[in-house]
Structures are given as structure tokens and as C-alpha cells.
């Protein structure tokens, strides 16, 4: 049976790294998502403080 010793290096590399070219049509993905939903709830912020102080 092998038994761990101390100071042993018990390093497991990790899987490779996707490339930033694999990776970049999700982030674009992403981030237009948030600009769409920021945009949209803007929207509805600046329509709602216009309402509300024609009201007042």
C-alpha cells in the first residue's frame, strides 16, 4: 500500500484552460444580455420618476 509523506507533492494538474477564442462568444453573449436587461430596467426607472413627480 503507498502511504502520503510528509512534504510529498501531491499535485493533480488541472483540465486545460479554454482559449480566450473558445471563450469569447459567450462573454459577448453575456454582456448583451446585461445591456439589454440594464436598458430595459433604466427605461422603467426613468418612466417611473417621471410619473411620479407629474403626480406631486
Known sequence: SSTRREG???YTPKQKQPSAKTLSPFINNYCQ???EFTAQNLGKLFMAQALQEYNN
Open 8 to 10: 510529498e507533492n501531491n
Open 33 to 35: 444580455n446585461i445591456k
